[in-house]
C-alpha cells in the first residue's frame, strides 16, 4: 500500500471514529510533502519548457509577426501594457461569455484559440527581448531564444518577484502581439504584404 492510499485509509477511518483531521495527518510524513512539492516543480518545469517550444515553433513559422511584435515591445511599450491589459480583461472575460452561452460557444472556443495564440506569440516576444538583453550580437539566433526563455521561465520560480516578471513579460507581450496583429491586418488592407 502506497503513502497516498495509507493516509485515505487513515483520514477515513479517524473520520468514522469521529477523531479529528489532525489524527489523520499525523500519517503524513516530510517525505510525503517533499515529493508533492518535487512533483509541482516537474509539472512547471514541463510546462514553461512547452512554452519555449512554442515559442520557437511560433518564431520559425511567422517570422515576420514576431519580429513586428518585437518591435512594438521594444518601442512601444506602454501602449504593449494598456494594450495587454485590455485584450488580457475584456478578451478572457468576452470567451467566457461565449463559451457560457450555448449559442456562442464555438464562438467563445474559436475566440478562445485566438487569445492563446496571442499569449504564446507575446511570451516568444518577451523570451527574445530577454534574449537581445542578454547576447546583442547573436540576439536573432534560434539558441539565444532558447535562453531568453529558460530565464525567463526560470525567474518564475524566484517566489513573488519571478510571478511579477512574468506577469509582466505575459501583458507587456500579450500587448505587443495584438498590436503586431492588428497592423499586420491594417497593411494587408491598405495593399502591403
Not at 510524513?29 to 519548457?49: F, I, N, P, Q
Not at 491589459?85 to 464555438?106: K, P
Not at 539558441?143 to 513579460?169: D, K, S
Request: aromatic share 6%.
Amino acid at each position: 500500500m502506497d503513502m497516498a492510499s495509507m493516509v485515505i485509509v487513515a483520514g477515513t477511518a479517524a473520520a468514522e471514529a469521529g477523531a479529528p483531521v489532525d489524527e489523520a495527518l499525523k500519517y503524513v510524513g516530510l517525505g510525503s510533502v517533499l515529493l508533492a512539492v518535487l512533483s509541482v516543480v516537474l509539472v512547471t518545469l514541463l510546462l514553461k519548457a512547452a512554452m519555449v517550444g512554442a515559442a520557437l515553433w511560433l518564431e520559425a513559422t511567422w517570422p515576420r509577426l514576431t519580429a513586428r511584435s518585437l518591435d512594438f515591445y521594444h518601442t512601444r511599450p506602454w501602449r504593449c501594457y494598456i494594450a495587454g491589459l485590455v485584450n488580457a480583461i475584456a478578451g478572457t472575460s468576452l470567451v467566457l461569455l461565449l463559451i457560457a452561452s450555448s449559442v456562442l460557444a464555438l464562438v467563445g472556443l474559436l475566440l478562445a484559440a485566438l487569445l492563446v495564440f496571442l499569449v504564446l506569440l507575446g511570451f516568444a516576444t518577451g523570451y527574445r527581448a530577454v534574449a537581445r538583453r542578454l547576447r546583442p550580437d547573436a540576439a536573432d539566433a534560434p539558441g539565444t531564444l532558447v535562453i531568453g526563455g529558460a530565464v525567463t521561465e526560470l525567474v518564475f520560480l524566484v517566489p513573488f518577484l519571478g510571478q511579477i516578471y512574468q506577469l509582466n513579460v505575459l501583458i507587456r507581450g500579450l500587448g505587443a502581439a495584438t498590436l503586431a496583429m492588428l497592423s499586420h491586418r491594417k497593411e494587408r488592407l491598405d495593399g502591403g504584404e
